[in-house]
């Protein structure tokens, strides 16, 4: 029988490829829309950041069936119903998802902020809508342990965007940046719902919609709708610390979203891990399997933000000149790569332990964790920034989530422990 870390990492390693690629693929779109002007830049920015949060909540409601679809893997045609009551939860969510992108023009007007966004929230909210009927499958097929077959939709999907960001970028600007990420998202679903159709267990079956079942779609909902509300908290939380920062000056407001963006990269393992690790701690069918599949994944995920994070610390402004050539924005960045490393491990083994009790169906956990960890950020963040800058903020940052951390570990440790010898975790979610 493998080890765990072997079957992990096996599991992690194309979708790691996979987000890599989508990674490089968002920083092109970044560079094209730079080179085409601040405001086509500021206004795809201001859309992003509703549509981010939006996505993460979809993304969320559709995590939720992993543990169940896990459990199916020597019965796989049992997961096709699974994630057909995922999607109307998806939908439900994606649906409301849609409505604050086409809000977003109001949002910008009561928020004092005037950018001409012509159709980008029409266009969003169509992806947002897409993704929500459509998405999915990709989870069956990591959950089923086909995630090689995800890597296949990833990087052909991305190609796709890569041609497109330089065909239509130039022409129109940030509605073309949005087209090229709507056609990749259609093409990435498309693949992906073939991809797990063509598998022989699912010969003859379709993916198209049934009556909904109210009680399977408030099981996962119970797992799904906690995980889209920790996503989303973040989220909100991290923009507040975003303002906190700019009120310091435009100078420590550009520092912090390199710092921010370099933290994204710095994750990708951990993101990659989590998805890998959330069905087999799932299928674990005692405590200590449990804890040995998380103590495998957290392994990976804080060697890979490490040795990315040594790599950073040993650049230092050589890494940071490729997003700046402003001196003062070098000069606020680079005392901070220490307490960024600090943060992304904290953080990105907490993506993992959220994943793991994501695992044992007890998402609830994480978001009282997450609850207490940034509401007390929250309250924190602004006066601490005022008084110490931008070095007072990401302490701030590092200590509310290595106290979220903490308490995700506690969790983990005590609903691990009532995984029963003969069934596993448990099937009531919490």
């Known amino acids: 029988m493998p080890s765990p870390h072997r079957t992990i990492l096996n599991a992690a390693f194309p979708l790691f490829l996979s987000m890599s690629a989508g990674i490089i693929a968002q920083l092109l779109g970044t560079s094209l829309l730079g080179h085409q002007g601040t405001a086509?830049?500021?206004?795809?920015?201001?859309?992003?950041?509703?549509?981010?949060p939006v996505t993460a909540a979809v993304s969320g409601g559709l995590r939720?069936?992993?543990?169940?679809?896990?459990?199916?893997?020597?019965?796989?045609?049992?997961?096709?119903?699974?994630?057909?009551?995922?999607?109307?939860?998806?939908?439900?969510?994606?649906?409301?998802?849609?409505?604050v992108m086409l809000?977003?023009?109001?949002?910008?007007?009561?928020?004092g902020v005037s950018y001409d966004l012509g159709a980008l929230p029409q266009i969003f909210a169509l992806q947002v809508l897409l993704a929500a009927a459509g998405g999915g499958a990709n989870g069956v097929l990591i959950a089923l342990?086909?995630?090689?077959?995800?890597?296949?939709?990833?990087?052909?999907?991305?190609?796709?965007?890569?041609?497109?960001?330089?065909?239509?970028?130039?022409?129109?600007?940030?509605?073309?940046?949005?087209?090229?990420?709507?056609t990749?998202?259609?093409?990435?679903?498309?693949?992906?719902?073939?991809l797990l159709l063509r598998r022989p267990e699912f010969a003859g079956q379709s993916l198209l919609p049934r009556r909904p079942r109210p009680r399977q779609i408030l099981r996962m909902a119970r797992l799904g709708i906690p995980m889209s509300a920790s996503v989303v908290l973040k989220f909100a939380v991290m923009g507040g610390a975003t303002y906190a920062a700019a009120r310091t000056g435009p100078h420590a407001a550009a520092a912090h979203a390199i710092l921010a963006a370099l933290d994204g990269l710095l994750g990708l393992a951990a993101f990659a891990v989590a998805q890998a690790a959330t069905p087999e701690i799932a299928r674990s069918r005692s405590p200590a399997d449990a804890r040995r599949a998380n103590r495998a994944a957290l392994a990976i995920a804080s060697t890979g933000t490490l040795t990315a994070g040594l790599a950073l610390l040993l650049l230092g402004a050589a890494a940071l000149g490729l997003f700046t050539s402003d001196p003062r924005v070098l000069a606020a960045a680079l005392p901070l790569l220490p307490l960024l490393l600090a943060y992304s491990l904290a953080n990105n083994c907490g993506i993992v332990l959220s994943a793991g009790l994501m695992g044992l169906r007890r998402s609830t956990w994480s978001l009282g964790s997450a609850v207490l960890g940034y509401g007390l950020l929250a309250v924190a963040m602004t006066p601490v920034t005022a008084a110490w800058g931008l070095t007072g903020l990401w302490t701030a940052l590092t200590a509310a989530r290595a106290l979220i951390l903490a308490v995700q570990a506690a969790g983990f440790t005590r609903h691990s422990a009532a995984i029963s010898p003969r069934s596993g975790a448990r099937e009531e979610p919490g």
């Open 40 to 52: 086509q830049l500021a206004a795809f920015a201001l859309v992003c950041a509703v549509l981010n």
């Open 64 to 99: 939720g069936m992993s543990p169940f679809v896990a459990t199916c893997r020597d019965h796989p045609a049992e997961a096709l119903p699974i994630l057909k009551d995922a999607r109307w939860l998806s939908l439900g969510i994606g649906v409301v998802g849609a409505g």
């Open 103 to 111: 809000a977003v023009p109001l949002i910008t007007r009561l928020s």
């Open 145 to 182: 342990g086909h995630s090689r077959l995800v890597l296949r939709s990833g990087l052909t999907s991305t190609a796709a965007e890569v041609i497109l960001l330089l065909v239509l970028v130039p022409p129109m600007g940030a509605h073309g940046a949005a087209l090229a990420l709507l």
């Open 184 to 194: 990749s998202t259609a093409l990435a679903l498309t693949l992906s719902n073939a």
